[in-house]
């Protein structure tokens, strides 16, 4: 499948597959040879990885889930975790392949054929500001509710999908692999914001047509939502005195408000009791205060990107491969 929309607004630092969750039935076994047992839970697995195993390297074996019952297979990881220990790098279908064949390989059993249950697409973008500016700005998403909101991540979603917005650098301090967290390039991951869709319980592919082509129709669709479905304050205004707040809060709720703002602010004036004079007074004050915030221009995402940040990249056009890759994918 082939990736091309016309833009030059968005610039793409990133492209991966993050988490799966995959199902596959093991009626002629599992080589339980490479699985450390989970100390309480039964019939729960983490990985051991041989050393140097994949091309010179060796997996995180802490960073994938493995579960055994009736002889159903669920394996659940992070791809970008599982062989690097962050997810500060781009990962597509042919790195992901390799990782798919060595793990079958360890386990006996054809991972490609497995069904993908839950699975995350994401992209990466550098900010022209901080996390906390950005989100600052965002007044909501097409479609979907509002389910998590945090100083360094938000998150929207409806049904078996999720949007998730989050400060790259803040979530890796707490998820980064302890080997790697003193050689990792803080600054460069600095006011880093990933963007990514998840959807749970899909089923529809196995890991082999998501390779193929499952993950291309997944980022397209992340593309056009990032361009499109994400909505800011076109408000200007600022100040910390509890009226500006109020007045901050009102121009957010403008844009989603069945009536226009200004008309209801109009109107508890006049059914107001004050004197024709201080009435006048009041719709001159909140005219003079509604100008000063007017922005005139719809922001969007690309507003907030660092244009220095590979400025011939555009929004969903990429190859079928790794055009974006990790520094660290050099494999034979």
Not at 3 to 19: L, W
Not at 24 to 39: A, E, Y
Not at 168 to 176: D, E, P, Q, T, Y
Request: proline share 3%; hydrophobic share 35%; charged share 25%.
């Amino acid at each position: 499948m082939s990736i091309n929309k016309n833009s030059n607004q968005i610039f793409i630092e990133m492209i991966q597959i993050d988490y799966e969750k995959w199902r596959l039935q093991v009626s002629n076994g599992l080589n339980l040879d490479f699985l450390t047992p989970h100390p309480t839970i039964k019939d729960r697995y983490k990985m051991d990885f041989p050393v140097g195993g994949f091309y010179g390297k060796t997996l995180f074996g802490n960073n994938i889930d493995l579960y055994l019952k009736n002889e159903t297979l669920y394996l659940s990881c992070s791809l970008p975790y599982l062989v690097h220990g962050h997810n500060f790098t781009s990962f597509l279908p042919g790195e992901a392949e390799k990782v798919v064949n060595y793990i079958s390989s360890l386990l006996s059993v054809d991972l490609m054929q497995a069904t993908v249950v839950d699975y995350e697409v994401g992209q990466i973008f550098k900010l022209n500001s901080c996390f906390k500016s950005f989100q600052q700005q965002i007044t909501g998403v097409d479609g979907m509710e509002l389910q998590k909101k945090q100083s360094s991540c938000v998150i929207y979603g409806k049904g078996k999908r999720q949007f998730k917005l989050y400060d790259i650098s803040k979530n890796l301090r707490r998820k980064i692999d302890d080997s790697v967290r003193k050689t990792f390039p803080w600054t460069e991951a600095g006011d880093c914001i990933k963007c990514e869709f998840k959807f749970i319980k899909d089923n529809q592919y196995t890991v082999k047509t998501f390779l193929n082509d499952g993950f291309y129709r997944a980022v397209q669709q992340l593309s056009n939502f990032i361009e499109d479905n994400i909505h800011f304050s076109q408000s200007n205004y600022s100040g910390d005195k509890f009226d500006d707040i109020l007045f901050q809060t009102l121009i957010k709720l403008n844009e989603y408000a069945p009536k226009d703002v200004q008309e209801m602010v109009m109107d508890e004036i006049n059914a107001s009791s004050l004197s024709p004079a201080k009435k006048t007074m009041r719709r001159k004050a909140f005219l003079k205060k509604q100008s000063q915030a007017t922005c005139g221009k719809q922001k969007k995402f690309a507003d907030f990107l660092d244009k220095s940040v590979h400025p011939n990249i555009k929004l969903g056009t990429f190859p079928k491969d790794n055009c974006l890759i990790s520094k660290n994918y050099n494999y034979a």
